[in-house]
């Protein structure tokens, strides 16, 4: 049983802002569900439920109190440079802010950008913008702009814990392996898993590391029973790690 990301859950605090960012700036395939909003990228993206904050924090067994650097990052790969710059105008006019500007890096192109809730979007693409003969962004040409993939990276404070339980303790399968960074498969149809230094990660947002409290998302993996629940909890805690909840019956399950 290798555990994967079903569901990513984002606590906002107004739904009907955050709705139209999502909806009208990255595209996403937005339905109404019980006090909450699910959003479909469709492609290599898990689900995206958008809820309460403090209701996000009172599922999860924490304080919703929350300051600063949030320790994660979620990114919108696209497959061109000209794609990267027309959802930075679409996030733009829909009520983000262009938190750090779009370049050319040796892997690529990104830029980040902060959502109407404070969450830190990375979009980018693989392919480098041309130094000669730069477009402008392209708008309103026909062709839906759709990520090819919406992973989610952690921020942490010791990548060799973080690692040894998500490898080891969770079974995850690396995908990529870096010195400062790992990223785990996630699965077909499913976002992927990136791990930085926290300091790392802020510094790749261009942000202040500094931050405490709820970070503001939580992640769901759906499994067939109670005893698999039970399963998959008991190999956590061996892993080294502290429940915060216990397992409890609820109305989902």
Known sequence: MIPKIDVINLA?????????????????AVR???????????????????RPWDAVASDAG????????????LSYILESADEVDEILARAERNGGTISKPPKNALWGYSAYATDPSGYLWKIASAKRRPLIGRKDAVTGNGHPVQAQEVPITIGVADMKRAREFYQEGLRLPVKKDYRKFVMFSGGDGTSDLGMYEREAL???AAVDPTGSGFHGFSITHLVESNLHVRQLLSRAIDAGRQMVKPALDTVGG
């Not at 924490?62 to 990052?73: I, K, P, V, W």
């Open 62 to 73: 924490l304080q919703a109190e929350s300051s600063g650097f949030r320790a994660f990052t």
């Open 202 to 204: 802020a510094n790749d």
């Open 12 to 28: 906002v605090r107004d739904l009907a802002v955050a709705r139209n960012f999502y909806e009208s700036a990255l595209g996403g």
């Open 32 to 50: 109404d569900e019980d006090q909450r909003l699910s959003v479909d990228f469709g492609g290599n993206a898990s689900r995206l439920t958008l």
